[in-house]
């Protein structure tokens, strides 16, 4: 129901811990590397959401996924990199939005 929508994801696709990478829907449904990354789950439900719900989905996405330190370890902080990652992108949001 919301016309902006701003997702931030973790990825490992093979790039320095703490690269951004800003990817469209259509990149998520199309690109093999991306469809083989942790991307996967969340393509599998944008995908749905647009072809059961595509009025109620969002007109303006954005995506950020960032390149995990370690992707298998849950914690609850972020490595120093992925912070500053996370920081550039508020940056990018608050920016998107103004």
């Known amino acids: 129901g919301y016309d902006d929508v701003v997702i931030i994801d973790a990825c490992k696709m ?10 469209s829907v259509d990149d998520i ?15 599998s439900t944008l995908k749905v959401g647009y072809d059961l719900f595509e009025d109620e989905m969002p007109k303006k996405l954005k995506i950020y996924l960032v390149e995990a330190e370690d992707f298998f370890e849950f ?3 972020c490595s120093p990199r992925v912070e500053v990652a996370i920081g550039k992108i508020v940056e990018r949001i608050n920016t998107y939005f103004s």
Request: charged share 20%; glycine share 10%; hydrophobic share 30%.
């Open 14 to 23: 093979g790039h320095e811990p703490g690269t951004i990478l800003e990817v």
């Open 75 to 77: 914690t609850k902080e």
């Open 29 to 43: 449904f199309s690109d093999h590397q991306l469809a083989s990354s942790h991307a996967v789950t969340l393509g």
